[in-house]
């Protein structure tokens, strides 16, 4: 009987020691497993993948492919009053290249506006391969003026492209009522006393209507006693065409203001003026101007 109260006494014993392993296995706390990490991308750039975590690199932008400006020559700069603008070679001395139909208050770049009578209308205008400058005068008269000194013993001559497709209405320059022409280009020197105005030698080189070809003679004009005028363009040249032209500016001098203070030239020029009118004739004139600029030959 001994015996079977003890055994029953082990038994009871072995079930409450595996009892108790089973409660403490289920209370103890699950460990976290943490995720393994994914191998590093093999970098296009090395055949070896970081070992340790590095500061990522730039991104890279895709490749894009950016087409070539067109070469258009750069804008010249506009001299100042005075500073003329000399081409690479040394050759020539430009008054209005017009790279540009950049304009500063409704003007080309570097000129000033002188309104004289009725409205104004200019523009730059893009040719087949550079700006012009396109005038139109309706009962008006005015221009653009531009400071420039150029010795001109050095570049005597004076080059320019021009057209004309209308004509002032009986237009001619000899006669004070109907001095309208559809384009003059003016080109004044140093004053020789003062006031300026009275005292300033100009030659103006126009396209008049009826006054003949190669007539120089003084402006009827009140205070015009030292402008001489030499007729390049009249009525017998065709309207709508382009006509380049060339002159010896130098000899222009020498030869149409003899009466001058000094018969040479006083060295430089003291600036550059375009006009356009048809206020005495009360008509229309129209007018184109180009490469306007000093050379050596």
């Known amino acids: 009987m001994k015996k079977f109260f003890t055994l ?3 038994l009871l014993l072995f079930i409450a020691l595996i009892h108790a392993a089973g409660c403490k296995k289920a209370e103890e706390p699950k460990r976290e497993v ?3 990490p994914r191998e590093a991308p093999v970098s296009p750039k090395t055949s070896i993948p970081p070992s340790t975590p590095q500061k990522p690199e730039a991104p890279i932008p895709s490749e894009t492919v950016i087409s070539a400006p ?3 020559p750069p804008p010249v700069a506009p001299a100042a009053p005075g500073v003329p603008t000399i081409s690479a070679d040394k050759g020539v001395v430009y008054v209005a290249g017009f790279d540009s139909a950049k304009t500063e208050k409704g003007v080309p770049v570097g000129w000033l506006l002188d309104r004289k009578k009725g409205a104004t209308f200019l523009r730059l205008e893009r040719g087949s391969d550079i700006y012009c400058l396109h005038m139109y005068s309706n009962e008006s008269s005015f221009g653009l003026k531009k400071g420039i000194k150029v010795n001109i013993k050095e570049y005597p001559y004076l080059n320019w492209r021009w057209k004309v497709t209308r004509l002032p209405s009986g237009g001619d320059v000899r006669k004070t009522g109907t001095d309208d022409q559809a384009f003059q280009l003016y080109v004044a020197f ?3 006393g003062y006031p300026e105005k009275l005292f300033t030698p100009v030659l103006g080189y126009i396209w008049d209507n009826k006054a003949p070809k190669g007539w120089t003679g003084r402006s009827t004009q009140i205070g015009g006693g ?3 005028y030499v007729v390049v363009r009249n009525n017998t040249d065709k309207l709508g065409e382009w006509y380049t032209e060339k002159r010896n500016i ?3 001098y020498k030869t149409l203001l003899k009466d001058v ?6 060295g430089v020029t003291h600036g550059v003026e375009f006009y356009i009118n048809s206020q005495n004739t009360r008509s229309v004139s129209e007018s184109y101007i180009c490469e306007v600029y000093f050379s050596k030959k």
């Open 226 to 228: 030292k402008l001489r």
């Open 250 to 252: 130098y000899d222009d």
């Open 34 to 36: 943490s995720a393994v």
């Open 190 to 192: 140093t004053p020789t």
């Open 70 to 72: 067109p070469q258009v």
């Open 8 to 10: 029953v006494i082990s």
């Open 261 to 266: 203070k000094s018969a040479d030239p006083p």
